[in-house]
Nanobody, 124 residues
Framework: QVQLVESGGGLVQAGGSLRLSCAASGGAFSSYAMGWFRRAPGKAREFVAAINWSGTSTYYADSVKGRFTISRDNAKNTVYLQMNSLKPEDTAVYYC?????????????????WGQGTQVTVSS
């Protein structure tokens, strides 16, 4: 069983930056693909970014492409989401997820483990 704990959320002004971290324990982190999703108030969960098991392949939602960067450190069992040029519409609870598939996945159903989420609020 894999446990995922997100951190790094907070309140930031539009145009600012945040870096989210997701620490994994209890499983073979380096063999999992990892992803970030978000859920804004009153909206469905949406895919943000994904990275394959080795960190050599990444995939982004169009809405964050060029602003967000996903990365991982397998030695630290941690995946990161660097968020730059934040917009009010990025306000959401951000979740990290782990997939037993090694390839990057964009569908939530392809993920096996989920964290509890961290709140990101971007003020205008």
């Amino acid at each position: 069983q894999v446990q995922l704990v997100e951190s790094g959320g907070g309140l930031v002004q539009a145009g600012g930056s945040l870096r989210l971290s997701c620490a994994a324990s209890g499983g073979a982190f380096s063999s999992y693909a990892m992803g970030w999703f978000r859920r804004a108030p009153g909206k469905a969960r949406e895919f943000v970014a994904a990275i394959n098991w080795s960190g050599t392949s990444t995939y982004y939602a169009d809405s964050v492409k060029g602003r967000f960067t996903i990365s991982r450190d397998n030695a630290k069992n941690t995946v990161y989401l660097q968020m730059n040029s934040l917009k009010p519409e990025d306000t959401a609870v951000y979740y990290c997820a782990a997939s037993r598939s090694r390839a990057s996945q964009s569908r939530g159903v392809d993920y096996d483990y989920w964290g509890q989420g961290t709140q990101v609020t971007v003020s205008s």
